[in-house]
């Protein structure tokens, strides 16, 4: 079924919805900032500088992050969807970010700076991705898709229990309760100088993304029908799988493993969109942002204690994920 | 333009499915490739293509070695038209067939306003202007197939390769399709294409390359070719070739009876 709305008109009320929901999340919290003050300090006309710690110091870096890392997560889901072929899989299920969070936390463990953090990050997500990639490859004589599905799981499963032997081989005052809490998946603790950290490294996987968007169409495909294209299928593969790594190493470095957003999103988006990559990718990250701002936003106003994210991501996802997996629609 | 392989084989990995196979294609011809399932058919297509390594022979397109091109200098020049499969994320009709165009678009850049009016033509030319919004993953088998051809026209490349393209067609759209097939033959596009049905053969090839085993059991025009005694051995079992009224030759199976 084709979408009703016009592609144009998606984007457009994403984007507002994204801005919108941006300045609300700004106003809400344990110290409520009211609109006009929220315009007079963002105006820099601020005259409570009560309301400028708040807001530049905390408030807006975290919902800069919320919007970051659901974008690149989304995006990165995305890309993995279309070139693996299978709308069952996402930087998690593939253990992509599992991967990440191991090299990571090694980074933590090794007491590194976090440039370094993200290298080996990087590293781990594609060195998994690689794996999962190759085991799946490898196994014949089943279901393509559930056994990429699988092999992910297992991968990651193999990451968690490494990331758990790093708990345990860690200082259990200092360095264990940043691992731990990290990964739960949160953005509580980013700080302005990771959010600057993270960005860079984002946007260096987007760009490859947005200059062969159209590419990526023929890439879902299969190999041998992109190469009949004129495609040079292994090449670009391995492009769109270092740039979807390298977007999700760099949010899994400030916020730790959350899950979900980068399977479910790109589903929605295809929905109103529909397949093409050229629209599918801002409107999957449009979603993608939108999303994890609000669950953010709740997961900070919820309670007395901060709620991980992961949590709630998950609450939403594991049905969505159970819904696709047992509908069985032939065609996505 | 033309294609040629000598003393091709050709195989998956080190497992060989056929050799000592020769062939030639120019502008304007018909080659119809006939053999029984799992002959070596499709393997064949891939390696005149490109997308398997060749064990051994040489094939030649336009007088250079095909390893010398390029993926997109092949698509240039030969489209591929697979079977027909069911797709994954449902792409429009028209998107679909404007992925044929990748090879006259730069690699950062999308298709402009000349690819989807190509794009547009292609569909019309094939009378399925009409499916140009339908979801590719939503036709049925015989929709699809024209689908697929209708993208290797929009590739615009002078030879065309089309692995079964009757296979999911129902009696009236196998003879369009291959109606289709003399007509762009009648432009100068060379095509080859196999199929299961010998009379296809004699009706519109001007060569036919007779397969058993990955080994070519004949190779020539359709009325040499394609005898009795070679169509039996080829399908295991009795074939009797008759010609009708108007000299248009059929064949029939006849399996062997008791009597």
């Known amino acids: 079924?084709?979408?009703?709305?016009?592609?144009?008109?998606?984007?457009?009320?994403?984007?507002?919805?994204?801005?919108?929901?941006?300045?609300?999340?700004?106003?809400?919290?344990?110290?409520?900032?009211?609109?006009?003050?929220?315009?007079?300090?963002?105006?820099?006309?601020?005259?409570?500088?009560?309301?400028?710690?708040?807001?530049?110091?905390?408030?807006?870096?975290?919902?800069?992050?919320?919007?970051?890392?659901?974008?690149?997560?989304?995006?990165?889901?995305?890309?993995?969807?279309?070139?693996?072929?299978?709308?069952?899989?996402?930087?998690?299920?593939?253990?992509?970010?599992?991967?990440?969070?191991?090299?990571?936390?090694?980074?933590?463990?090794?007491?590194?700076?976090?440039?370094?953090?993200?290298?080996?990050?990087?590293?781990?997500?594609?060195?998994?991705?690689?794996?999962v990639y190759l085991v799946a490859r490898s196994v014949r004589g089943h279901e393509p898709g559930l056994v990429l599905v699988l092999s992910g799981v297992v991968i990651g499963a193999l990451a968690g229990a490494c990331l758990s032997l790093l708990k345990i081989l860690s200082d259990p005052y200092d360095q264990l309760p940043a691992i731990t809490f990290w990964l739960l998946g949160?953005?509580?603790?980013?700080?302005?100088?990771?959010?600057?950290?993270?960005?860079?490294?984002?946007?260096?996987?987007?760009?490859?993304?947005?200059?062969?968007?159209?590419?990526?169409?023929?890439?879902?495909?299969?190999?041998?029908?992109?190469?009949?294209?004129?495609?040079?299928?292994?090449?670009?593969?391995l492009v769109f799988i270092c740039a979807a790594t390298l977007m999700t190493a760099a949010v899994v470095t400030i916020a730790g493993v959350i899950g979900w957003v980068g399977l479910v999103m790109p589903h929605i988006a295809r929905l109103l969109v529909g397949p093409n990559f050229q629209r599918l990718l801002p409107a999957a990250m449009l979603l993608g942002a939108a999303y994890l701002l609000l669950v953010d936003t709740v997961a900070r106003n919820l309670g007395q204690a901060e709620t991980p994210l992961g949590i709630l991501t998950a609450f939403v996802g594991g049905p969505v994920f159970l819904w696709l997996l047992t509908s069985g629609r032939r065609a996505w | 333009m033309e294609l040629s392989a000598v003393n091709l084989a050709f195989g998956y990995g080190r497992q060989r499915v056929g050799k000592n196979l020769d062939l030639q294609l120019s502008g304007g011809e018909i080659l119809c490739l006939l053999g029984p399932n799992g002959c070596g058919k499709t393997t064949l297509f891939k390696t005149l293509l490109g997308l398997l390594p060749r064990q051994?022979?040489?094939?030649?397109?336009?007088?250079?070695?095909?390893?010398?091109?390029?993926?997109?200098?092949?698509?240039?020049?030969?489209?591929?038209?697979?079977?027909?499969?069911?797709?994954?994320?449902?792409?429009?009709?028209?998107?679909?067939?404007?992925?044929?165009?990748?090879?006259?678009?730069?690699?950062?850049?999308?298709?402009?306003?000349a690819d989807r009016l190509r794009a547009t033509a292609a569909l019309q030319d094939l009378g399925i202007a009409d499916l140009a919004k339908r979801d590719y993953t939503r036709l049925s088998g015989g929709q699809r197939q024209l689908v697929l051809i209708a993208r290797a026209l929009a590739q615009d490349a002078p030879l065309i390769v089309m692995d079964e393209p009757t296979a999911s067609l129902d009696f009236g759209n196998q003879a369009r399709v291959l109606a289709q097939i003399v007509r762009l033959a009648e432009r100068g596009l060379g095509i080859v294409f196999s199929t299961h049905n010998p009379d296809h053969a004699w009706r519109y090839a001007s060569q036919v390359l007779l397969l058993k085993d990955g080994r070519a059991l004949a190779c020539g025009a359709p009325e040499e070719a394609l005898t009795e005694r070679r169509l039996s051995e080829v399908y295991g079992l009795p074939v009797r070739v008759e010609a009708l009224a108007d000299h248009q030759r059929v064949c029939v199976a006849r399996p062997a009876s008791r009597s």
């Open chain 2, 56 to 113: 051994a022979g040489h094939i030649d397109l336009d007088g250079r070695d095909l390893n010398e091109y390029s993926r997109a200098g092949i698509a240039r020049r030969m489209a591929y038209v697979p079977q027909a499969h069911e797709g994954v994320f449902a792409y429009s009709v028209h998107e679909m067939v404007l992925m044929g165009r990748n090879v006259h678009q730069g690699l950062f850049s999308g298709p402009d306003k």
């Open chain 1, 1 to 131: 079924m084709r979408p009703k709305l016009k592609t144009s008109t998606v984007i457009m009320l994403l984007s507002m919805i994204v801005v919108a929901g941006s300045l609300i999340a700004a106003t809400v919290g344990p110290y409520t900032i009211e609109l006009p003050q929220l315009a007079a300090a963002l105006l820099g006309q601020g005259s409570d500088p009560t309301v400028d710690t708040v807001l530049f110091n905390v408030r807006l870096p975290r919902i800069a992050a919320s919007l970051l890392v659901g974008a690149a997560l989304a995006g990165a889901g995305t890309v993995y969807q279309g070139l693996f072929r299978n709308p069952l899989v996402s930087p998690d299920i593939l253990g992509v970010s599992a991967g990440a969070g191991l090299g990571a936390a090694a980074g933590i463990f090794l007491s590194l700076p976090i440039l370094a953090i993200q290298g080996l990050s990087f590293i781990g997500g594609l060195t998994t991705v690689a794996l």
């Open chain 1, 186 to 237: 949160s953005l509580a603790n980013v700080t302005p100088q990771e959010l600057l950290s993270a960005t860079p490294a984002v946007f260096a996987g987007l760009v490859p993304l947005v200059l062969l968007r159209w590419r990526m169409n023929l890439m879902a495909l299969g190999d041998e029908e992109a190469a009949s294209l004129g495609l040079s299928p292994a090449r670009l593969r």
